[in-house]
C-alpha cells in the first residue's frame, strides 16, 4: 500500500471536483462531446460517485468526482476517498477543489490507499495522488503513516500482539527515532511499586510490564499515557462472548499514544515528551485477582476490585501516579475503557475529560479543522463519592450503572496529584466501511490533539 504522495506528473489525470449544484455551469465549460457523455453516464455530481471521460484511443482523459452538497458533505469526512477508491490506477491530481477541504481531502485520500494484509493479501485504493498546491504534504505523509500503525497494532490479534510483541513495537518506534525506552517487567513492578500493573497481569503467559519511552530535551513536558490490555477476557468477572470476540482492541489507547507519539517526533515538535504505557493481558488463572481483593496501588490509595472486567483503569493508575511524578505541564491518557462511552456519543466520536479552559478550547477548534470530532464530558464531583466503597478508599467499578464513564474518568483523576490533565475514552474500532476508514482499528483524537498541541503548549 502506498500512503504517499506521488511525484508531479504533466500526464497526471485532472479530477475535477465537482458539487451537485455546479454540474450544469461546469458542462456549459465543456466541449460538445463531454457533455453528452457525462450526461449520457447519469453523473449527477452526487457524493461519492465518480465519472471517467475517455481520451483518444481509450485513454483516459479526465475523471470526474461528485462533491454533493453542504449538506451531505456534514455528514461525514474524507469524502474523495471514495472517489479515490473507484478510480482505476494511476496519478491524479485535483481541481476546483476547495482550499479549506484540501487538507482533509488530501489526507483522505492517502487514507484510502490503507489495508490491513498481514493475514490475508489486501490492497487499498491504487488511484495515486499529486499533493494539492497549499497542503504540507510531507506532514499529512507523516499523519498517514501513524494512522498506519495505529490500525496495525490494534487490528493484529493478541496471539501475534500480547505485551511482548507491543513492547516490541514500542521499541522499533524509539529505535527509528533515536527515543531513549526502558521497560519493567513482571515481579520486578512490585519491586519498584507498580502493584495495580502486576496485580492485572500477573495471570497471563506473558508478563505484565510497564513501558518507559522519552524523547526530546527541550521545551514543555508532555506525557502520554495508554491503556495497553492486550486481550480483556474480564478476569475472574468472564466476559460473555458477545462482549469478548472484539477485545485484541483493547490496547487501543497504547497504540492510538503510539501514533501520537510518532507524529509529535516526525514533526519535531519542540517537547519533552514521554511515553507510558503499562501492557497486560487480562486472563483467568489461579494467580488471577479476585473480586473483594484490595490492593494499596503506587501512590498509597488503596482500591477495592469489585469487578476484575474494570481493569484498564488499574494499570493506568499506576503509569498516571508516575507520570504525575515528573510534573509534566500535561498529562493525556487514551484508553478503550467503558462500554457507557460508547453508549453517550456512539463509535465516531472520541469522549474526553478536562478541566483546563485552555486547552480545551485549543481542542475543540483544533478537531473541526482537521476532521477527528471529539466532544467533552464532565469530571462531575458530586460522583465522587460513587467511587468510594467505604472500605477501602476507592470502588475500580461502581454499581448501578450510571454515567460509567465518568466515574471512570474520576477513578483517574485521582491518579494525576493535581496535574494539568485530560482523558480520553477512545473506541478505537470502525465496525462499518467508511471513506478512508474500512472496518477495523482506526485512531480517534490522535490528529485533534496533534493540531491543538502548540496552541495548548504554548508552542
Known amino acids: 500500500m502506498s500512503l504517499t504522495f506521488a511525484s508531479a506528473d504533466p500526464a497526471a489525470i485532472p479530477c475535477h471536483v465537482i458539487s451537485s449544484g455546479d454540474l450544469d455551469d461546469w458542462l456549459m465549460g465543456q466541449e460538445s462531446s463531454i457533455q453528452v457523455w457525462v450526461r449520457g453516464a447519469g453523473f449527477t455530481g452526487a457524493l461519492g460517485t465518480t465519472c471517467l471521460v475517455p481520451g483518444v484511443q481509450g485513454s483516459i482523459a479526465m475523471a470526474l468526482a461528485g462533491y454533493g452538497t453542504e449538506d451531505a458533505r456534514v455528514r461525514g469526512r474524507f469524502h474523495l476517498a471514495a472517489a479515490a477508491a473507484a478510480l482505476p490506477e494511476g496519478t491524479y491530481t485535483l481541481v476546483g477543489l476547495p482550499e479549506d477541504r484540501a487538507d482533509e481531502e488530501a489526507l483522505g485520500w492517502l487514507l ?13 485504493a491504487s488511484a495515486r495522488l499529486i499533493a494539492p498546491k497549499g497542503v504540507d ?29 507491543l513492547e516490541a513495537a514500542c521499541r522499533d518506534l524509539a529505535e527509528s527515532h533515536g527515543a531513549e525506552i526502558s521497560v519493567i517487567t513482571g515481579t520486578e513492578l512490585l519491586q519498584k511499586n507498580f502493584p495495580l500493573i502486576h496485580a492485572v497481569g500477573r495471570s497471563a503467559a506473558e508478563a505484565p510490564r510497564l513501558i518507559d519511552m522519552r524523547w526530546g530535551k527541550v521545551g514543555p513536558k508532555l506525557t502520554l499515557v495508554g491503556k495497553g490490555v492486550c486481550f480483556d477476557s474480564g478476569g475472574l468477572n468472564l466476559k460473555p462472548d458477545t462482549s469478548m470476540g472484539l477485545m485484541k482492541k483493547d490496547m487501543g489507547g ?17 517537547v519533552q515528551l514521554r511515553v507510558l504505557i503499562p501492557a497486560v493481558e487480562n486472563a483467568v488463572s489461579a ?12 501512590n498509597g490509595l488503596t482500591v477495592e476490585i469489585t469487578n476484575t472486567d474494570a481493569e ?20 493525556i491518557s487514551m484508553a ?17 475529560f478536562a478541566d483546563d479552559g485552555a486547552f480545551v478550547t485549543a481542542l475543540e477548534e483544533a478537531a473541526l479543522r482537521v476532521a477527528d470530532p471529539v466532544w467533552r464530558l464532565p469530571f462531575h464531583a458530586p460522583y465522587e463519592a460513587m467511587i468510594e466503597p467505604g472500605i477501602a478508599d476507592l470502588d475500580n467499578a461502581p454499581k448501578g450503572g450510571f454515567a460509567g464513564c465518568i466515574t471512570a474518568a474520576l477513578f483517574l483523576r485521582r491518579f494525576t496529584a493535581g496535574t494539568r490533565y485530560a482523558h480520553f475514552d477512545v473506541y478505537g474500532w470502525n465496525p462499518t466501511a467508511a471513506p478512508a476508514r474500512p472496518k477495523g482499528g482506526v485512531g480517534m483524537a490522535a490528529r485533534a490533539l496533534l493540531e491543538a498541541f502548540p496552541k495548548a503548549l504554548g508552542l
Not at 116 to 121: D, K, L, P, S
Open 312 to 331: 484498564g483503569r488499574l494499570v493506568l493508575a499506576d503509569a498516571l501516579s508516575l507520570g504525575a511524578e515528573d510534573t509534566p505541564d500535561l498529562m
Open 336 to 352: 478503550t475503557l467503558t462500554g457507557a462511552a460508547r453508549v453517550a456519543v456512539g463509535q465516531d466520536i472520541a469522549p474526553y
Open 137 to 165: 504534504a510531507a506532514r499529512l505523509e507523516v499523519i498517514a503513516a501513524a494512522e498506519a500503525l495505529i490500525r496495525d497494532l490494534i487490528n493484529t490479534p493478541a496471539s501475534d500482539m500480547g505485551p511482548d510483541a
Open 112 to 124: 484510502s490507499g490503507y489495508a490491513f494484509g498481514r493475514y490475508r493479501a489486501q490492497s487499498g
Open 287 to 298: 494467580g488471577a485477582m479476585r473480586p473483594s481483593d484490595i490492593i494499596t496501588a503506587r
Open 254 to 270: 497504547a497504540a492510538t499514544v503510539l501514533g501520537l507519539a510518532h507524529m509529535i517526533i516526525a514533526l519535531d515538535l519542540p
